[in-house]
């Protein structure tokens, strides 16, 4: 697939899937997104439109499940594709104009504030963060016979993220995140996802509890920084981090961007690596002979029983092929938003100007021009020559181009290395079996995904 602005020959639209006279793909968006957008590829190609929505009210997404086409929107012209949508909008005022969604100057002037904190050498130092609290998962399996991976990674996730903005104020923020995230995240979705919304200003019970939990988590995100700007030492975590930055010519963040990055970063450093997590365990407990290859390379790297840390991640190759794995078969960000600033050429057909596109990575991960037998779980998949011969936006999980997420060397370090503690002490078994899915603002396991747990010997 390929782009151009030149529109000099007739357009010609990509094709419309099929849906209702009545409400077009609206029930089938509803009930299973990414079903959808699998289905999609398979009956009608790389490149289609949904119509959403009764007559009158409709509105048209189209739908891009190629490399090249999120290569061109998310790299080559990424100025031509800006997160413009309704979605985003939602998730703005649900969670701030952090890096997720901020644009332009104020996109930039973040980004050069908060990039060097996320450095490999900087982030590496996080290691001890995340070994640590995943022994205390670990810990708490003893004794027992089955685990709720889900929830127990979610825990575990929060946890590290929280530990690493907030230090020794840990438990100060963590009961307010686990009470409004959930309601600030479903709300968001469901109003970008709308047709026609509720007004933000009707006092409904709906819109009162979002805002009684918006209030809540940003009083306390206010709260902590207010804190730490008045000890006159903001301290060494990620937050002390972000009051501290500066650019070269003394720039700073006020403390509403301090906050937005501080919710960016609960959003984007928690809830995703939790699914890669579980989602990981799960994959491992159906594959056995690929569990036994990983506990092989972590007794051979870690056999004095020592705990893993950044050092070793070049030491555990395998481990980190399952990562990648679990993340191209459930990616976190399962399909990313844009909206098309000029007419594009995409493989001889038009996305007009103003455009709405779900680029789908959960997609692009199963297309079988890319990926043999693409629902077979193969850590191999990622060996460097395989890597090497795939077009490179074959597998995005962190997005890509000059707003690839900022936060993936991290993701990779905190899902490998709790693995890592985790496998060390445990074998896991899962049923044969897919676990159903669910997309909000990232995928989720729409159902329980119980593994069995027996401690090594």
Same mark, same amino acid.
């Given at each position: 697939?390929?782009?151009?602005?030149? &529109?000099?020959?007739?357009? =010609?639209?990509?094709?419309?899937?099929?849906?209702?006279?009545?409400?077009?793909?609206?029930?089938?968006?509803?009930?299973?997104?990414? *079903?959808?957008?699998? !289905?999609?590829?398979?009956?009608?190609?790389?490149?289609?439109?949904?119509?959403? *929505?009764?007559?009158?009210?409709?509105?048209?997404?189209?739908?891009?499940?190629?490399?090249?086409?999120?290569?061109?929107?998310?790299?080559?012209? $990424?100025?031509?594709?800006?997160?413009?949508?309704?979605?985003?909008?939602?998730?703005?005022?649900?969670?701030?104009?952090?890096?997720?969604?901020?644009? /332009?100057? $104020?996109? &930039?002037?973040?980004?050069?504030?908060?990039?060097? +904190?996320?450095?490999?050498?900087?982030? #590496? @130092?996080?290691?001890?963060?995340?070994?640590?609290?995943?022994?205390?998962?670990? /810990?708490?399996?003893?004794?027992?016979?089955?685990?709720?991976?889900?929830?127990?990674?979610?825990?575990?996730?929060?946890?590290?993220?929280?530990?690493?903005?907030?230090?020794? /104020?840990?438990?100060?923020?963590?009961?307010?995140? =686990? !009470?409004?995230?959930?309601?600030?995240?479903?709300?968001?979705?469901?109003?970008?996802?709308?047709?026609?919304?509720?007004?933000?200003?009707?006092?409904?019970?709906?819109?009162?509890?979002?805002?009684?939990? !918006?209030?809540?988590?940003?009083?306390?995100?206010?709260?902590?920084?207010?804190?730490?700007?008045? $000890?006159?030492?903001?301290?060494?975590?990620?937050?002390?981090? +972000?009051?501290?930055?500066? @650019?070269?010519? *003394?720039?700073? +963040?006020? #403390?509403?961007?301090?906050?937005?990055?501080?919710?960016?970063?609960?959003?984007?450093?928690?809830?995703?690596?939790?699914?890669?997590? @579980?989602?990981?365990?799960?994959?491992?407990?159906?594959?056995?002979?690929?569990? =036994? =290859?990983?506990?092989?390379?972590? #007794?051979?790297?870690?056999?004095?029983?020592?705990?893993?840390?950044?050092? /070793?991640?070049?030491?555990?190759?395998?481990?980190?092929?399952?990562?990648?794995?679990?993340?191209?078969?459930?990616?976190?960000?399962?399909?990313?938003?844009?909206?098309?600033?000029?007419?594009?050429?995409? %493989?001889?057909?038009?996305?007009?100007?103003?455009?709405?596109?779900?680029?789908?990575?959960?997609?692009?991960? !199963?297309?079988?021009?890319?990926? %043999?037998?693409?629902?077979?779980?193969?850590?191999?998949?990622?060996?460097?020559?395989?890597?090497?011969?795939?077009?490179?936006?074959?597998?995005?999980?962190?997005?890509?181009?000059?707003? $690839?997420?900022?936060?993936?060397?991290?993701?990779?370090?905190?899902?490998?290395?709790?693995?890592?503690?985790?496998?060390?002490?445990?074998?896991?078994?899962?049923?044969?079996?897919?676990?159903?899915?669910?997309?909000?603002?990232?995928?989720?396991?729409?159902?329980?995904?119980?593994?069995?747990?027996?401690?090594?010997?």
């Amino acid at each position: 697939m390929s782009g151009t602005a030149s &529109l000099s020959a007739p357009r =010609r639209l990509p094709p419309v899937v099929d849906g209702s006279p009545l409400v077009g793909s609206l029930p089938e968006m509803l009930r299973d997104t990414l *079903g959808a957008f699998r !289905r999609a590829r398979e009956n009608h190609g790389d490149l289609v439109r949904f119509h959403i *929505g009764p007559p009158g009210l409709r509105r048209t997404m189209y739908g891009a499940f190629s490399a090249e086409a999120a290569q061109l929107m998310l790299a080559t012209r $990424a100025t031509d594709f800006r997160k413009d949508n309704a979605f985003y909008e939602e998730v703005r005022l649900g969670f701030g104009n952090g890096l997720l969604t901020s644009q /332009d100057e $104020a996109y &930039l002037r973040q980004r050069r504030l908060v990039q060097p +904190l996320f450095t490999r050498r900087g982030v #590496d @130092t996080y290691d001890r963060a995340v070994v640590d609290e995943a022994r205390v998962t670990a /810990d708490s399996w003893k004794g027992e016979r089955t685990v709720e991976a889900a929830s127990a990674m979610e825990q575990l996730t929060l946890r590290i993220v929280a530990r690493i903005l907030f230090g020794a /104020d840990i438990d100060e923020a963590i009961p307010a995140v =686990r !009470r409004c995230f959930p309601l600030i995240s479903d709300t968001s979705l469901k109003r970008g996802l709308g047709l026609n919304p509720i007004p933000r200003g009707w006092p409904t019970p709906g819109n009162r509890r979002y805002e009684e939990a !918006r209030t809540e988590l940003y009083g306390v995100c206010d709260q902590l920084i207010a804190r730490r700007r008045a $000890a006159g030492d903001p301290g060494q975590d990620l937050l002390g981090l +972000l009051i501290q930055a500066r @650019t070269e010519d *003394g720039e700073s +963040l006020s #403390d509403d961007e301090i906050r937005d990055q501080v919710l960016v970063f609960l959003l984007a450093g928690h809830e995703t690596t939790a699914t890669t997590l @579980t989602f990981g365990l799960h994959l491992l407990g159906r594959n056995p002979q690929v569990q =036994r =290859r990983a506990h092989e390379e972590l #007794d051979a790297v870690l056999g004095d029983g020592r705990a893993p840390r950044a050092a /070793d991640m070049e030491r555990l190759p395998y481990l980190e092929r399952v990562v990648k794995e679990a993340l191209r078969l459930y990616p976190a960000a399962a399909a990313v938003g844009r909206r098309a600033v000029v007419d594009t050429e995409l %493989d001889g057909m038009t996305v007009p100007a103003g455009s709405d596109i779900a680029i789908a990575s959960y997609v692009i991960h !199963r297309h079988p021009e890319y990926w %043999d037998e693409p629902e077979r779980f193969d850590p191999d998949r990622f060996l460097p020559e395989a890597e090497k011969a795939r077009p490179r936006y074959a597998w995005l999980p962190f997005g890509g181009g000059p707003r $690839a997420c900022i936060g993936a060397h991290f993701a990779m370090l905190e899902s490998v290395l709790a693995l890592a503690v985790l496998l060390r002490r445990y074998e896991v078994t899962a049923e044969d079996r897919d676990v159903r899915v669910g997309y909000g603002i990232t995928l989720y396991a729409a159902q329980d995904v119980t593994v069995e747990v027996r401690e090594r010997g």
